[in-house]
DNA sequence: CTATGGCACGGATT
DNA sequence: AATCCGTGCCATAG
């Protein structure tokens, strides 16, 4: 790098500025991709050559011999976790299953979003083959709000089946994240996030007929108004209108109206690939953990060996570039590799430290700090900082979560909350259940607990009394 | 008077 | 250095 700056800027490296492990570091594998390939297509001094394989059982690998699963002895330490690079390409092709389905329409499909591909990831495996023809159609013809503008019925009459085949794909669809997408308006969109949102915790009982009925209300803040309609108190009327706009999104593919609860779980950036894949060995329930890290390319990056050798026969105008290509080359190479081994090592004792979270779930989060981890393995908290922010992992039930997660210092007492609160018997007040949580030896102030509470939109004692009974959307 | 939410401060984390 | 997070204090609503 201190080179770099030196060096006479012939070409003035586009947008790619210099390849440090710092900027690399913080990439998303997507991304990463991206600047790679803009690398290989202007720098002849990179090659890539095809992917290897491994000879047993023919799972792609990065580095040559078999893959890290094969070579594990059957019964390994369960708390080690294998981790291994492991190129992907199906990730990296979000129009590719949609292509694949022969699209209705096909214009709309290429560019505009990853949402359809993200969401028929989702849906695919409870969807009859024919269906998928449906759902493409249908996710391909969202508005930007990740809305449905093409009727239901339009749908059907196009592929020749019944209306109710359709609505069921549609259901399937809306239930999916982010929850409401392919809902027909707004409202729908909110109720259908409503539905879910009850099944994991107490909503406000009218909440459904405040959107039903009172959309325009709603939207406009006329909260006597609304009050009026419903029968019940303006204040009541507010909360309801607060809890929707706390956590329901009329819009689902708008990621910055704030974060969609679900149960304990915030979905949150919810739009990516993710980076890391864990799964567990076979199926076996406590077996080892196979932890793949997305590798941004199909193949292996390599200096192009000729290129090399015809270094010195290279026209003297052309000498100076040559070598600076050669430069920019093995430097990008390094870089990777260095990015790769940090982020390997990382996933490899995180996957370790959280084993239990990974496999059973929030309450079994354990506290982590970056700094900790970066203390641990010898690298710059900042690295860690990097390496963490922006990726998101697919954990075994499929989830996939920002990475960022498992350094979630208050998770498991948030869940310890929410299970307390779902098993209340009357509605609690924040200082009773700070009491209880010390009791079971989470020391939290009163506050915080109002904090949590708010975090994870759970109402206040005084309004979750009224609601307790009526809690179904209906 | 009690329960909560807002503001803001300090310490930890990034 | 910037940001995040837990908390205490205070105003307000019930």
Request: proline letters at 7%; charged letters at 25%.
């Amino acid at each position: 790098m201190l080179l770099q700056t030196q060096a006479p800027l012939t070409r003035p490296l586009t947008t790619a500025h210099l390849a440090t492990t710092m900027s690399l570091m913080s990439l998303t594998a997507l991304e990463l991709r991206e600047h790679i390939e803009a690398q290989l297509a202007s720098n002849p001094a990179l090659e890539l050559v095809e992917v290897q394989r491994c000879p047993s059982c023919g799972r792609p690998i990065a580095e040559r011999g078999p893959c890290a699963v094969c070579s594990r002895p059957p019964v390994g330490m369960p708390d080690e976790p294998i981790v291994f690079i492991s190129p992907r390409e199906d990730f990296y092709n979000p129009s590719g299953h949609l292509h694949a389905e022969e699209l209705p329409s096909d214009e709309t499909a290429a560019e505009t979003e990853e949402l359809p591909t993200y969401v028929l990831r989702q849906i695919a495996p409870d969807l009859a083959p024919d269906d998928r023809r449906l759902a493409a159609h249908i996710l391909t013809s969202l508005d930007e709000d990740g809305l449905l503008t093409e009727a239901l019925t339009e749908i059907a009459r196009f592929h020749h089946v019944p209306l109710s085949r359709v609505e069921a794909v549609l259901r399937l669809i809306q239930r999916a994240d982010p929850v409401g997408v392919g809902s027909p308006s707004p409202e729908e969109a909110l109720l259908v996030q409503l539905e879910v949102l009850a099944e994991t915790r107490p909503v406000p009982a009218l909440a459904d007929q405040a959107i039903r009925q009172g959309m325009e209300q709603l939207s406009k803040r006329h909260f006597a108004e609304l009050a009026k309609l419903l029968g019940i108190s303006t204040a009541r009327a507010k909360e309801i209108a607060r809890f929707i706009s706390d956590n329901l999104n009329p819009y689902p593919a708008r990621t910055h109206w704030g974060n969609i609860h679900q149960g304990t779980e915030a979905a949150q950036d919810v739009y990516h690939f993710p980076d890391i894949i864990i799964s567990q060995l076979n199926d076996a329930p406590d077996s080892t953990l196979v932890v793949e890290v997305i590798s941004p390319l199909a193949g292996r990056l390599r200096i192009n060996s000729l290129f090399r050798q015809s270094l010195q026969m290279a026209p003297a105008d052309k000498s100076e570039q040559w070598h600076n290509d050669l430069e920019q080359a093995s430097l990008l190479i390094k870089c990777l590799q260095q990015r790769n081994h940090t982020i390997v090592r990382l996933i490899q004792r995180v996957t370790a430290i959280q084993r239990s979270f990974i496999l059973h779930g929030d309450a079994h989060l354990e506290p982590l700090t970056r700094a900790s981890l970066a203390d641990e393995l010898e690298v710059h908290e900042s690295t860690i900082s990097r390496a963490v922010s922006g990726k998101a992992v697919q954990l075994p039930n499929g989830r996939i979560v920002p990475l960022k997660k498992l350094f979630d210092r208050s998770l498991h007492i948030r869940t310890e909350l929410c299970q307390i609160i779902a098993q209340e018997k009357r509605p609690l007040t924040d200082t009773e259940i700070a009491a209880l949580l010390k009791k079971k030896g989470y020391k939290v102030a009163r506050r915080t607990v109002a904090k949590y509470r708010s975090m994870e939109g759970i109402l206040p004692a005084h309004l979750r009394q009224s609601l307790q009974n009526a809690v179904q959307v209906g």
